[in-house]
Nanobody, 120 residues
Framework: QVRVQESGGGSVQAGGSLYLSCSAS????????MAWFRQVPGKELEGIAN?????SLLYADSVKGRFHVSRDNAKIFLRMNRLRPEDSGRYYC????????????????WGRGTQVTVSS
C-alpha cells in the first residue's frame, strides 16, 4: 500500500509565493510518476505539474513559468510563484506506477489535499 501526504499551502496575497511538499511511502514509490492536481471551485480537477522518476517534467499552460516542481526520490515539491486569485483551490498530490500523464485514473494513490488561498 502506498500512502501519499501533502504539506504546505496556506494563504497569501496575489503576487506572492507558496511551497508545497508531498511524500509517497510504500513499495517502489520512488519509481512512480508523481503529480500535482488542483480543484478550483466551480471547475474540474486539473493536473498542473507532474514529474517522473528520471526528472522529466510536464506543466499545465495555466501554471507554466510560475510554478516549479522538483523531486527527491519519493518526495516532490511545488514552488508556486506570482500567485493569482484564480490559483486558489485545493491542491492534491498523486502517485502512480505508469507513465506520467494528466489522466486521473493513472494515479491510484492520492493525498487528502491542502488548501491554497490567494487574495487580491
Amino acid at each position: 500500500q502506498v500512502r501519499v501526504q501533502e504539506s504546505g499551502g496556506g494563504s497569501v496575497q496575489a503576487g506572492g509565493s507558496l511551497y508545497l511538499s508531498c511524500s509517497a511511502s510504500g513499495s517502489s514509490s520512488e519509481r512512480f510518476c508523481m503529480a500535482w492536481f488542483r480543484q478550483v471551485p466551480g471547475k474540474e480537477l486539473e493536473g498542473i505539474a507532474n514529474i517522473d522518476n528520471v526528472g522529466s517534467l510536464l506543466y499545465a499552460d495555466s501554471v507554466k513559468g510560475r510554478f516549479h516542481v522538483s523531486r527527491d526520490n519519493a518526495k516532490i515539491f511545488l514552488r508556486m510563484n506570482r500567485l493569482r486569485p484564480e490559483d486558489s483551490g485545493r491542491y492534491y498530490c498523486a502517485a502512480g506506477p505508469g507513465f506520467c500523464t494528466w489522466r486521473r485514473d493513472a494515479f491510484p494513490y492520492w493525498g487528502r489535499g491542502t488548501q491554497v488561498t490567494v487574495s487580491s
